[in-house]
Nanobody, 123 residues
Framework: QVQLVESGGGLVQAGESLRLSCAAS????????MGWFRQAPGKEREFVAT????????YYADSVKGRFTISRDNAKNTVYLQMNSLKPEDTAVYSC????????????????WGQGTQVTVSS
């Protein structure tokens, strides 16, 4: 079975940083596009970032561009999201997901999802 397990969430103050990790198993990790999404209470799930199979191609939502960095280590079957200069509006449950597509920024294009990790940014 495919499993994606996020970790690294927590409570931080505005301006601080967090690094999220997503460990994958049950799939050939290097063959999948990976992405991060987030969902705040009462709001729709939104795209955050995606990274290609090789790790060369990256794309970010405008709201996080310049502050967040997505990366992957195919040898460790892990994708990361480095979040700097966090803002209260970044508060959400962050989930990682895998896709068989070559490029995807919509949730429907992703096949497997992790359970999510809570990120809370206080003001």
């Amino acid at each position: 079975q495919v499993q994606l397990v996020e970790s690294g969430g927590g409570l931080v103050q505005a301006g601080e940083s967090l690094r999220l990790s997503c460990a994958a198993s049950g799939l050939t990790f290097s063959r999948y596009l990976m992405g991060w999404f987030r969902q705040a209470p009462g709001k729709e799930r939104e795209f955050v970032a995606t990274i290609t199979r090789s790790g060369v191609g990256k794309y970010y939502a405008d709201s996080v561009k310049g502050r967040f960095t997505i990366s992957r280590d195919n040898a460790k079957n892990t994708v990361y999201l480095q979040m700097n200069s966090l803002k209260p509006e970044d508060t959400a449950v962050y989930s990682c997901a895998s896709s068989k597509s070559n490029w995807a920024i919509m949730g429907a294009e992703y096949d497997y999802w992790g359970q999510g990790t809570q990120v809370t940014v206080s003001s």
